[in-house]
Antibody, heavy 121, light 106 residues
Framework: EVQLVESGGDLVQPGESLRLSCAAS????????MSWVRQAPGKGLEWVSL???????FYADSVKGRFTISRDNSKNTVSLHMDNLRAEDTAIYYC???????????????WGQGTLVAVSS | IQMTQSPSSVSASVGDRVTITCRAS??????LAWYQQKPGKGPELLIY???SLQSGVPSRFSGSGSGTDFTLTINNLQPEDFATYFC?????????FGGGTKVEIK
């Protein structure tokens, strides 16, 4: 059974850093595209970052230069390192496994339960 | 690419048919997905490729459309279908979602 479990969310002050982790079971992370998607309280979904199976990474403009996605193949985990956090980064952060179909690999097939990041002074 | 969903909320009864629309600001072929999200949970993939049902999803869910205009239809609404639904374009970075449609009990 595919399972994704996020951790690391916390209450931090503006300008601080935080590292989120996503532990996967039931599949091999390094063979899949993996993303982080966030949802501000009571709001919609916003894609944040993606790491290809080959290691190439992509970021939303709102986090480019501040966030870094990575993975640890030995632990089957994907991480999101977040620097210089802002109030507008406050959200539930979900880890998601991609699904490939004709023409694209950019559907989100499996999601975790999310971890809450709150940025406030 | 901006994704615009309507309505933002709809009230319906068990057994009703509900239709949700999603419009892309530019053509995305059929590279569109629909997700269902219940309170406190991560979203679940319902439909991909605009009209293909994800494994395990009941056949009362269906999707249609191509280019810029898409529709999610729920036939014979069941109690477990009361949730929020999002569309997502899978054509171009950044990957973007619609604002969501909350299906509420009338």
């Amino acid at each position: 059974e595919v399972q994704l479990v996020e951790s690391g969310g916390d209450l931090v002050q503006p300008g601080e850093s935080l590292r989120l982790s996503c532990a996967a079971s039931g599949f091999i992370i390094s063979s899949n595209y993996m993303s982080w998607v966030r949802q501000a309280p009571g709001k919609g979904l916003e894609w944040v970052s993606l790491i290809y199976s080959g290691g190439t990474t992509f970021y939303a403009d709102s986090v480019k230069g501040r966030f870094t996605i990575s993975r640890d193949n030995s632990k089957n985990t994907v991480s999101l390192h977040m620097d210089n956090l802002r109030a507008e980064d406050t959200a539930i952060y979900y880890c998601a496994r991609h699904y490939c179909n004709v023409g694209t690999c950019y559907y989100f097939e499996s999601w975790g339960q999310g971890t809450l990041v709150a940025v406030s002074s | 690419i901006q994704m615009t969903q309507s309505p933002s909320s709809v009230s319906a009864s068990v057994g009703d048919r509900v239709t949700i629309t999603c419009r892309a600001s530019q053509g995305i072929s059929n590279l569109l997905a629909w997700y269902q999200q219940k309170p406190g949970k991560g979203p679940e993939l319902l439909i991909y490729g605009a009209s293909s049902l994800q494994s395990g999803v009941p056949s009362r869910f269906s999707g249609s459309g191509s280019g810029t205009d898409f529709t999610l239809t729920i036939n014979n609404l069941q109690p477990e279908d009361f949730a929020t639904y999002f569309c997502q374009q899978a054509n171009t970075f950044p990957l973007t979602f619609g604002g969501g449609t909350k299906v509420e009990i009338k």
